[in-house]
């Protein structure tokens, strides 16, 4: 069973940054690609960045400039460098993984909350 442990969420001041972590515990597989999703409440869950094993990096239009995904060399762990953080932020992050079979797995999400 695979599970994905996301940290570093919290409550900041708009301006401030906050880094996001997310490690995958369990049987481990080599994912192929490894993302951070946001859900505001009521809203649909939204792409914010995605890595692939060859460091493809994409990023949804919100987070361009000011956020920055990266993996650890094991490739098993996914972090989100968030910058400049603005109120419309405020969101439920998930970390994503999905294996060679494209099958995805999901972190049970953490809440940013940035206040103006």
Do not use: P
Request: hydrophobic residues 35%.
């Amino acid at each position: 069973q695979v599970q994905l442990v996301e940290s570093g969420g919290g409550l900041v001041q708009a301006g401030e940054s906050l880094r996001l972590s997310c490690e995958a515990s369990g049987i481990i597989v080599r994912f192929n690609v490894m993302a951070w999703y946001r859900q505001v409440s009521g809203g649909s869950r939204d792409l914010v960045a995605s890595m692939n094993r060859n460091g493809e990096v994409k990023y949804g239009d919100f987070g361009r400039g000011r956020f920055t995904i990266s993996r650890d060399a094991d490739q098993n762990r996914v972090h989100l460098q968030m910058n400049n953080l603005r109120s419309e932020d405020t969101a439920v992050y998930y970390c994503n993984a999905e294996n060679d079979y494209r099958y995805a797995y999901w972190g049970q999400g953490m809440q940013v909350t940035v206040s103006s």
